[in-house]
């Protein structure tokens, strides 16, 4: 079973700075991959960001990158240049690639705030 | 290219009632999902479909029933709604469910209240 654990229920931070949102994870899978969604106020899940756990180098998308340490069994998202935009919840999820039920397993999410 | 659709969007049951949520994806997608997300929670998984004739439980799948009709719709039934089940449902797709970047793409969700 897989289980992943975002301790921030909340962050603030200001616009143009940069913010990492944490995420832990526990797996007994050898393969697997970690996402990243957001959920604005308007409630659709927006993919972000994906890392496969044999990836060598960290994932980046745009301002959105994500800080992989395996062996710490971390993926946090970092967000460069906050914009008002990004308030959101901010979700974490991962995937085993061949093994049990391979359907995402969520976090409790992140409510970033970014202030002007 | 609509993605994946829900319908209804918004949804009142009293206890007791049955409904069932539709749902379609157009990506030509082989696996589909069914999770629900409570007020401050994450995403739970109901049920998913592997592929086409596929189904199988997810972490909370009491009191819920699918139906993979097609490659393009999954459906899910409540045969007798409880406030329990007061939650906002969300479709999901992917291209399979085994393998690595196989991104979920979402529908926009439905509210479904059980009085």
């Known amino acids: 079973a897989q289980k992943i654990t975002q301790t921030q229920p909340g962050m603030f931070v200001q616009e143009k700075e940069a913010v990492t949102l944490d995420c832990t994870y526990d797996?007994?899978?050898?393969?697997?991959?970690l996402f990243w969604y957001k959920q604005p106020s308007s409630g659709e899940m927006i993919f972000l960001i994906y890392?496969?756990?044999?990836?060598?180098q960290n994932a980046t998308e745009g301002r959105y990158s994500l800080n992989f340490q395996k062996a710490r069994k971390s993926a946090n998202l970092v967000i460069s240049a906050s914009q008002l935009g990004d308030s959101a919840m901010y979700f974490c999820?991962?995937?085993?690639?061949?093994?049990?039920?391979?359907?995402?397993?969520f976090g409790s999410g992140t409510r970033l705030q970014v202030q002007p | 290219n609509a993605g994946v659709t829900q319908t209804p969007k918004f949804q009142v049951l009293k206890t007791g009632q049955s409904m069932t949520l539709q749902c379609a994806q157009d990506?030509?997608?082989?696996?589909m999902y069914w999770y629900r997300q409570d007020p401050g929670m994450g995403l739970r998984l109901i049920y998913y479909?592997?592929?086409?004739?596929?189904?199988d439980k997810g972490e909370v799948p009491n009191g819920y029933n699918v139906s993979r009709l097609n490659k393009r719709e999954f459906s899910l039934r409540l045969e007798s709604a409880a406030p329990s089940q007061t939650s906002v449902y969300f479709c999901?797709?992917?291209?399979?469910?085994?393998?690595?970047?196989?991104?979920?793409?979402f529908g926009p969700g439905t509210r479904l209240t059980v009085l």
């Open positions: 999901a797709s992917s291209a399979a469910t085994s393998g690595g970047d196989n991104e979920q793409f």
């Open positions: 990506m030509n997608h082989n696996s």
């Open positions: 797996t007994s899978d050898p393969s697997y991959g």
């Open positions: 999820a991962m995937r085993p690639f061949y093994t049990g039920r391979r359907a995402l397993t």
């Open positions: 890392q496969g756990s044999y990836d060598q």
């Open positions: 479909s592997a592929s086409e004739g596929t189904t």
